[in-house]
């Protein structure tokens, strides 16, 4: 190549159906920044969306892409993102939720019943 970085054309789709995209992303960019792009392209008329990065995954051609891996490092027999790709995000559920379920539980632990049936 004559200095030109190769380009893949992405577009996201949402877990309600609705699309960002398509954008260029360079081959180098990692799954992480892709993210952050995701995040801060977010519409913010959704409800439940994304706080941070690790709120998200990304799937593509069935697998769930790992943070720390280039977009060439993605390709696959399957998906070799030649023309326009499209990737599937979902939204992780808030953690501070699992919190607030064991703290519950364990109250309704303290008010065991003391009968004892003969």
């Known amino acids: 190549m004559s200095g ?4 893949f054309e992405i577009k996201f789709r949402l877990p309600d159906g609705t699309d960002i995209g398509p954008k260029q992303y360079p081959a180098a960019s990692t799954v992480a920044t892709i993210k952050e792009t995701i995040v801060a392209q977010w519409p913010k ?3 439940k969306g994304p706080k ?3 709120d998200l ?4 051609a069935g697998k769930i892409l790992e943070n720390n891996r280039t977009l060439s490092e993605c390709k696959s027999p399957i998906c070799d993102f030649s023309g326009m790709t499209t990737m599937h995000v979902v939204v992780r559920a808030p953690t501070q939720d699992k ?3 064991k ?3 364990k109250k309704t632990k303290d ?4 009968c004892a049936i003969m």
Do not use: S, W, Y
């Open 111 to 114: 008010f065991r019943c003391g």
């Open 57 to 60: 995954k990304l799937i593509n």
């Open 45 to 47: 008329d959704k409800e």
């Open 4 to 7: 030109m970085q190769e380009q």
């Open 103 to 105: 703290r519950a539980a």
């Open 99 to 101: 919190q607030f379920d």
């Open 52 to 54: 941070t990065v690790n």
